[in-house]
């Protein structure tokens, strides 16, 4: 009956703990889901994943001052080669070619581009797993403690906890 | 004033080391007390000295002395008095002798208030000397701001930078500023008690507000200078991800993770060495952001600043790092935590988490920042990183931030039972799917622009923490009235009062939720161009504009261009906007001022961009910005609760009254 109920709990614990990692999956894989490509207007896309060239620091199509030199030369450009039906990277590798790659708003060229990216991911993640780890190791050390006779607890000593867990392992 | 200012500084400086030096070594006070003090009062005179010089270039700026080479570059007769004044941040060396001034004013105040503790006072008021020392070393020897103009005088200045004539150009350097050069004082106590060995947490205590109120100033100054973008660059955003703006967000960042933190630290003792180090990193970044803007080491709209005294920044940067190793080393035995986690599931872990998403934010901005430096370095080409490389990767991470803002509070300190967290989760969480369910039957299509699946996830997180936040204080309401009868309001305002701390965390809390729900809104932009005659007419959203007359105007300051233009909503006419394009003659440059109409649903933000030189027409762009109002609103919450949190409780005070009233009610029954 005991057997019973602690399987019983067991396994609800199991499938809490499972739902948890669910939600937490599901999330990280919204949160992927935002990498994903829009299905919006291409000229739009391209024309804000651009800068405009005359030194301005604005988007190509946020550029909006008075007698910008290039922005409409550059948005006309874009328009040419939208129409003559090339992909994106053959857009981007065009306008990089004329106006130097300072014209792309994001380090999309590939090789230690994509350092850029990875790297605020990477660091994310060992960030993350580091403070889990730290915060379960300190939960932990935390627990190796037992408590004498007179109700005082007492934190045992790294070997000590390993003793003491392999004693109750094999205790009969 | 400035060589005064200096010798006073060096004095307060070198006195006030010996002075510690000399009771640290003898452990007693064999006239070093004395000494100490002269340092301290030395310390107040500079503030004098300082302001003396402030006042002196603002002097010169009304007086229109062109004989000082800064105020003939940045000033010229026709300016307007307000920007006059504003002159003394509008270039790099006014700028500096501000930073100076504010850092010697934050000292004056330090050093008034030294009875609360005079050894830590001592040691921060040292350190805050300096600091000052560097800045005025700058002053007098780098970027002079009283340099005498050569040549003949000039009859009139070349004129301020019409991108900095605007209200908020007066205000939003000295704010930023005022956080900037805040985070030295609760650097300098928190480098002072570590060399001092300063027993508990007192330390944090006294400099809580320093912090907060610092904190305060840097986001006020962070948004209003988002708010000035927004209405003077003419591009229809408030946030470019220029290095600049990056640099004011990265010590806003840590110092974020600093106030959090520091909590676990004074509450259980924990995470000592940490902290040290966040507010280490977070006035280490405020140079490396004056770097930046300084040293013209990345390109940036702000390179009117930039100069060659950035390798004074250089060294500084790194004497300060190897200050803080150096003593963090010598010390760090005495940062030993008291305590350790109990449970992932608490209060610690999620601050711990909150800690570590904020770095890891400020290191992304970091990083994007300082990509284009590294890029050239590698590839020999320097590489754009631009909006489009922070929506990809800083926004997410915006997002479980904006998660754990919820998840937080809900927890409780040490342990939480899985019962709390279903009781404390259960609405926020109904919330916030009900909430991603409603915005999708209401258009909202997450799956179709990515744009659209941030916004879709900013509002129901939102509408979580929201409603995690309003939980609580009903449930301690609830408490309150059960108590002593009050009713829901009343109750509410007690809560606040017993613990101003939490709930003015909770309504700082709020305002970033609204802050967020506003920028979400920037998903659903649109904007039209269009050349406009006589009675043409532009449409947008609700809105229909139409074009009354076009003309041109001039001024001693400016010659400009306008268009007036009527606003029908549905057909019925609202109001009038007129954008307009300046010339400023003294500058030779033009300028963009936009129309703007704003209502809690949306802005319709319009800007005159120019004529077509073939028709002689004007071209207006007209954008339409859902919920930006909500950002400002956003910000006067925060402003709000950050003064709740600053005032005093209620609660010991009664306690207090309490135990007075206790006694006198036991004496009285002795008689």
């Known amino acids: 009956m005991q057997i019973r109920s602690f399987m019983h709990r067991f396994s609800a614990r199991v499938v809490r703990h499972r739902m948890m990692q669910l939600c937490v999956v599901l999330f990280g894989a919204v949160l992927l889901m935002a990498a994903a490509d829009d299905t919006g207007t291409r000229f739009n896309k391209l024309g804000h994943a651009m800068m405009c060239a005359c030194s301005c620091g604005q988007i190509l199509l946020e550029c909006n001052h008075v007698g910008c030199p290039d922005s409409d030369r550059m948005i006309g450009e874009l328009r040419t080669q939208l129409a003559s ?34 790297t605020p991911v990477v660091v994310f993640l060992l960030a993350t797993v580091g403070t889990a780890l730290l915060v379960r190791t300190w939960v932990r050390r935390r627990r190796n403690t037992v408590t004498t006779p007179e109700g005082i607890p007492v934190q045992l000593p790294e070997n000590d906890a390993v003793r003491e867990r392999i004693r109750r392992e094999t205790e009969y | 004033m400035l060589l005064l200012g200096l010798a006073l500084s060096v004095y307060t400086l070198l006195a006030g080391a010996f002075a510690l030096w000399r009771f ?22 500079s503030f004098i000295a300082l302001s003396g010089a402030a006042f002196a270039l603002v002097w010169a700026a009304f007086t229109n002395d ?62 805050l000397a300096g600091i000052t020392v560097f800045f005025l070393l700058l002053l007098n020897f780098a970027a002079p701001p009283f340099a005498i103009q050569p040549g003949p005088l000039a009859a009139d200045g070349f004129g301020l930078n019409p991108l900095l004539q605007y209200p908020e150009m007066v205000m939003h350097p000295p704010l930023l500023y005022l956080g900037y050069v805040g985070f030295s004082v609760p ?70 993770a600093f106030l959090h933190s520091v909590m676990m630290q004074e509450k259980r003792g924990m995470m000592k060495s940490w902290n040290v180090w966040l507010i280490f990193s977070t006035f280490m970044l405020t140079v490396l952001g004056t770097l930046l803007t300084r040293s013209g080491l990345v390109s940036s709209v702000h390179a009117f600043a930039q100069s060659s005294i950035g390798n004074w920044f250089y060294g500084f940067l790194v004497l300060v790092f190897c200050v803080c190793l150096f003593v963090f080393m010598r010390q760090r035995d005495h940062l030993k935590t008291e305590n350790k986690l109990e449970s992932i599931v608490s209060r610690e872990s999620s601050f711990l988490f909150n800690n570590l998403i904020l770095l890891v ?27 489009p490389f922070y929506n990809r990767v800083a926004l997410p ?106 709930y003015g965390g909770y309504i700082v809390h709020f305002g970033v939720v609204v802050i967020i729900v506003g920028i979400a809104g920037g998903a659903f932009n649109q904007s039209t161009e269009q050349e406009v005659g006589f009675g043409d007419k532009i449409n947008i959203g609700p809105y229909e504009l139409r074009c009354q007359s076009y003309t041109q105007d001039s001024n001693p300051n400016y010659d400009t261009e306008y268009a007036l233009l009527d606003v029908y909503r549905h057909g019925k006419y609202v109001t009038q906007l007129a954008p307009e394009h300046r010339f400023y003659s003294a500058s030779q440059t033009n300028s963009t001022i936009v129309a703007n109409r704003s209502t809690l649903q949306h802005d319709l933000y319009v800007i005159y961009e120019g004529k077509n030189p ?58």
């Open chain 2, 187 to 256: 650097f300098a106590f928190a480098l002072g008690a570590l060399m001092m060995r300063y027993p508990g947490e007192k330390w944090i205590h006294i400099t809580r507000r320093w912090t907060m109120v610092t904190w305060l100033f840097l986001t006020l100054g962070i948004f209003m200078g988002a708010h000035w973008a927004y209405s003077v660059l003419g591009w229809g955003g408030y946030w470019g991800w220029d290095p600049v703006e990056n640099a004011s967000l990265m010590p806003w960042l840590t110092g974020t």
């Open chain 2, 397 to 502: 991470i915006g997002l479980f931030l904006l998660f754990l803002t919820g998840v937080g509070p809900l927890l409780a300190w040490r342990s939480t039972t899985l019962r709390t967290i279903r009781r404390n989760f259960i609405l926020p969480s109904i919330a916030t799917v009900a909430t991603a369910i409603g915005l999708m039957i209401a258009h909202v299509r997450p799956w179709e622009d990515q744009s659209q699946l941030y916004s879709l996830m900013a509002f129901s997180l939102g509408a979580g923490v929201i409603t995690a936040i309003l939980s609580e204080f009903l449930r301690g309401a609830n408490v309150v009235g059960t108590q002593t009868g009050k009713n829901l309001f009343t109750a509410s305002l007690q809560l606040i009062q017993r613990n101003t701390r939490r």
């Open chain 2, 361 to 387: 934010a400020c290191f992304t901005v970091l990083w994007g920042t300082l990509f284009p430096v590294l890029s050239e370095y590698v590839q020999g080409s320097k590489a754009t990183v631009g909006a």
């Open chain 2, 614 to 671: 073939e028709t002689g027409r004007p071209i207006i762009k007209a954008f339409l910005n859902p919920l930006i109002a909500w950002i400002w609103i956003g910000v006067l919450v925060i402003i709000l609760g950050t003064f709740v949190a600053l005032a005093p409780a209620i609660k010991p005070a009664l306690a207090a009254s309490r135990v007075i009233h206790t006694e006198a009610v036991a004496v009285g029954s002795g008689d």
């Open chain 2, 24 to 45: 640290k070594a003898t452990n007693a006070d064999d006239g070093s007390g004395r000494l100490g003090e002269t340092a301290r009062r030395a310390g107040i005179a």
């Open chain 1, 85 to 118: 039906g090339g992909d994106d990277t053959s857009i981007f590798n065009w306008f990089a070619a004329k106006y130097g790659p300072t014209v792309l708003a994001a380090p999309i060229r590939g090789g230690f581009d994509t350092v850029a990216w990875i």
């Open chain 2, 66 to 127: 062109y004989s000082v080479s800064y105020i003939l570059h940045h000033t010229n007769r026709a300016l307007n008095p307000a920007y006059k004044f504003a002159a003394l941040w509008s270039g790099q060396e006014g700028s500096l002798l501000l930073w100076a001034w504010l850092l010697t004013a934050y000292g004056f105040v330090l050093r008034l208030r030294h009875r609360v503790d005079v050894r830590l006072s001592a040691f921060a008021s040292t350190i």
